[in-house]
């Protein structure tokens, strides 16, 4: 038996176990059936041929439509992250080598100063290799593109800034997503000894704690600042339904990146707001009974709205983190319940669908009428950290 299938078979025993004690619904296939499937899914990331302007994003099914984008677009260093994860996963070499080939088209980021997500598109990729392989090139594109980011940051707002666009709406927009490029800045500082990079991730995120949450624990999606003086413009939202909704994965990166920034510094208050928040989800009236939210659970048209996989995975990986520190079962089991969802057919896109992804139901951009009910390339991207965590 290799490897694959030994990880398949005890993956699939595992997940079926979950989904009894979790009262998940058993997959509409055999658990042998569906695990087949997946390994069917994960081959065709390894027979997507090798192209530096066409890393695939994003897939509309009724036209059998891939969309390609290049190293600047932010989710560009999934991909190769996806490769260095499956062999992590499976111990397959082939996957390494693909990742091997993938991972260098991120490298012109790490100078990027026009985008503040460096650390999506350089850390997903490089961070996942430097796990696998010790290089120092690794290291010092990573700690090249802290440098770079850092060049975002204004130390009268306290926070790096996010879009560069709509300057007749915004001054200096700082969104919730952010929190997830300053893994890219903690662990530049391991590697360097340089503890600017750190200093900088907790200023942001301690200006995030401030101001980027409800009462209730929801966050919001933009914070607008006034660049003179620091203080707050306006709270405001550009994926959400409204300013005062609740965008999913909003509150997925949030629970992520006060979890991970709990991991470096051990401050209890971003321990605090990642409990609470997460709590906040997964308590939320309007998530549906498998886990995987609508895209907003504040979308008038519930339950007739679009489902999004990638926030449930965002939420799923940064759970088996969080039960790592405080070692509450809820959060296990909320997680392990999402995976035993999407490890399904339901989820698992089919196999008769030739592209370099996983998952199907994915929401990128509601008010844009972009990527909705949809395979996108970051749900996969923490659904194969959500395995390996669980692992």
Request: proline share 4%; net charge positive.
């Amino acid at each position: 038996m290799n490897k694959v299938s030994f990880f398949s078979l005890i993956l699939g025993f595992a997940l079926l176990a979950t989904a009894c004690k979790s009262g998940v619904n058993s997959p509409t296939k055999n658990t042998g059936t569906v695990e087949n499937l997946l390994n069917t899914r994960y081959k065709m990331l390894l027979d997507y041929p090798v192209d530096s302007m066409s890393m695939p994003r994003s897939m509309t099914i009724k036209t059998d439509l891939i969309k390609k984008v290049p190293s600047r677009d932010w989710t560009s260093g999934f991909f190769a992250g996806n490769l260095w994860q499956l062999y992590r996963l499976t111990g397959n070499a082939e996957y390494k080598k693909q990742a091997e080939k993938w991972t260098p088209f991120s490298k012109k980021e790490s100078v990027n100063r026009n985008s503040h997500d460096v650390g999506f598109k350089v850390y997903c990729s490089y961070g996942e290799a430097l796990k696998v392989e010790n290089k120092q090139e690794y290291k010092d594109v990573i700690i090249k593109g802290a440098e770079t980011l850092c060049t975002r940051f204004d130390a009268k707002v306290g926070a790096i800034r996010s879009w560069d666009f709509n300057k007749e709406i915004w001054d200096y927009p700082v969104i919730i997503d952010n929190m997830m490029n300053l893994e890219l800045l903690f662990e530049a500082s391991k590697l360097s000894g340089n503890k600017k990079y750190q200093d900088i991730a907790i200023k942001h995120a301690n200006t995030t704690l401030k101001n980027q949450f409800r009462e209730d624990n929801s966050c919001y999606h933009v914070i607008d600042y006034d660049p003179k003086t620091g203080a707050v413009r306006k709270k405001t939202t550009l994926q959400g339904y409204n300013d005062d909704s609740v965008w999913a994965r909003g509150q997925g990166w949030a629970v992520y990146g006060f979890t991970m920034s709990y991991r470096y510094t051990k401050d209890p208050a971003y321990l605090k707001q990642a409990e609470a928040t997460a709590q906040f989800f997964i308590n939320n009236k309007n998530l549906p009974e498998d886990g995987i939210p609508y895209w907003d659970f504040k979308d008038p048209s519930i339950p007739n709205s679009a489902r999004d996989v990638s926030a449930a995975t965002v939420m799923a990986s940064a759970l088996y983190e969080l039960y790592g520190y405080t070692k509450n079962k809820t959060y296990l089991a909320f997680a392990d319940k999402v995976i035993a969802s999407l490890h399904s057919d339901k989820y698992i896109l089919d196999p008769k669908v030739n592209a370099p992804f996983i998952l199907d139901h994915s929401t990128g951009n509601w008010p844009k009428h972009d990527e909705i009910d949809e395979p996108i390339i970051y749900a996969d991207y923490y659904f194969l950290e959500a395995l390996l965590r669980k692992k």
